[in-house]
T-cell receptor, first 122, second 114 residues
Framework: GAVVSQHPSRVICKSGTSVKIECRSL??????MFWYRQFPKQSLMLMAT?????????EQGVEKDKFLINHASLTLSTLTVTSAHPEDSSFYIC??????????????????FGPGTRLTVL | RKEVEQDPGPFNVPEGATVAFNCTYS??????FFWYRQDCRKEPKLLMS???SGNEDGRFTAQLNRASQYISLLIRDSKLSDSATYLC???????????????FGTGTRLLVSP
């Protein structure tokens, strides 16, 4: 199946610093990538939808100036957490939608998830 | 009403048992439904899609009831390796734009013991 990678897998940083997380689709082109956040014992919450070559669409309550998303190519999207604070500590997961899955139809909802990035802000 | 609602569990069952999870969703316009499995501190992995007619994959059977907006997952002959959190996932079309996103339930935790 399709593979999505994330880097780094884990990051610990001081409060006030910025952290960049990369999400790559390794064997398919992803015009759309999604960024989720998961706090302990809670479900995945969609933060934003990233479309290649255009601005990201943020969910209600997610600050676009704090969580900067760049989707410059069909295989790479980045999430930058600016001026991170301890309350930003969470598990950040990206996913990518395979626009043309084999045997499937264009625009299906199959999303492939990256392994996640665990962010700890001290 | 929550967008996607699941019993958080945990469900504690012995090996070999049959266990069923239920899920309800609030958006009648949803068209795609999935069960994902998430192990502790890992990303979710697609277990199976759920089709209107119901579908089976080995020991796993998924059912969809659109009228009741209800989805179920049945696991037969539970294995120790089935211990995980099972996430009910529903696509969420936006009324005006047609844009779709996935909405995740909080998950049901399953613990299979020897």
């Amino acid at each position: 199946g399709a593979v999505v990678s994330q880097h780094p897998s884990r990051v610990i940083c001081k409060s006030g610093t910025s952290v960049k997380i990369e999400c790559r689709s390794l064997d398919f082109q992803a015009t759309t990538m999604f960024w989720y956040r998961q706090f302990p014992k809670q479900s995945l919450m969609l933060m934003a939808t990233s479309n290649e070559g255009s601005k990201a669409t943020y969910e209600q309550g997610v600050e676009k100036d704090k969580f900067l998303i760049n989707h410059a190519s069909l295989t790479l999207s980045t999430l930058t957490v600016t001026s991170a604070h301890p309350e930003d500590s969470s598990f950040y997961i990206c996913s990518a939608r395979d626009q043309w899955p084999s045997g499937g139809q264009a625009g299906t909802d199959t999303q492939y998830f990256g392994p996640g990035t665990r962010l700890t802000v001290l | 009403r929550k967008e996607v609602e699941q019993d958080p569990g945990p469900f504690n069952v012995p090996e070999g048992a049959t266990v069923a999870f239920n899920c309800t969703y609030s958006n009648s316009a949803s068209q795609s439904f999935f069960w994902y499995r998430q192990d502790c501190r890992k990303e979710p992995k697609l277990l199976m899609s759920v089709y209107s007619s119901g579908n089976e994959d080995g020991r796993f059977t998924a059912q969809l009831n659109r009228a009741s907006q209800y989805i179920s997952l049945l696991i037969r002959d539970s294995k120790l390796s089935d211990s995980a959190t099972y996430l009910c996932v529903v696509n969420w079309p936006a009324a005006n734009t047609g844009f779709q996103k996935l909405v995740f339930g909080t998950g049901t935790r399953l613990l299979v013991s020897p």
